[in-house]
């Protein structure tokens, strides 16, 4: 069992930044691969960014390629979302989520645990 806890989030200006933290329990989660996602009101959830076990090989979606970074910490057991050059559009709840794998496509990972999520709001 692996539970995630997200934080971070909060109110900043368009132009912005924020780090996104997500917490790990379990000594399984080195091997883990690890997403964000997110959810604007009324909209569904979509796919932000994955990274690889290793942290050799991450993945973004078009929508914030360029100004979002995925990392992770297996020692400290945390992965990170620096955001930068934030957009309103970018408001949402932001959930990190764990795939019990260790493959290198990480376009289509199943995701097997989730956090609850940190509000991020951006205003203009």
């Known amino acids: 069992q692996v539970q995630l806890v997200e934080s971070g989030g909060g109110l900043v200006q368009a132009g912005g930044s924020l780090r996104l933290s997500c917490a790990a329990s379990?000594?399984?989660?080195?091997?883990?691969?690890m997403g964000w996602f997110r959810q604007a009101p009324g909209k569904e959830r979509e796919f932000v960014s994955a990274?690889?076990?290793?942290?050799?090989?991450?993945y973004y979606a078009d929508s914030v390629k360029g100004r979002f970074t995925i990392s992770r910490d297996n020692a400290k057991i945390t992965v990170y979302l620096q955001m930068n050059s934030l957009k309103p559009e970018d408001t949402a709840v932001y959930y990190c989520?764990?795939?019990?794998?260790?493959?290198?496509?990480?376009?289509?990972?199943?995701?097997?645990?989730w956090g609850q999520g940190t509000q991020v709001t951006i205003s203009s």
């Open positions: 379990g000594r399984t989660f080195s091997t883990y691969a």
């Open positions: 989520a764990a795939a019990r794998t260790t493959a290198w496509d990480l376009k289509l990972l199943s995701y097997d645990y």
């Open positions: 990274i690889h076990w290793s942290g050799a090989s991450t």
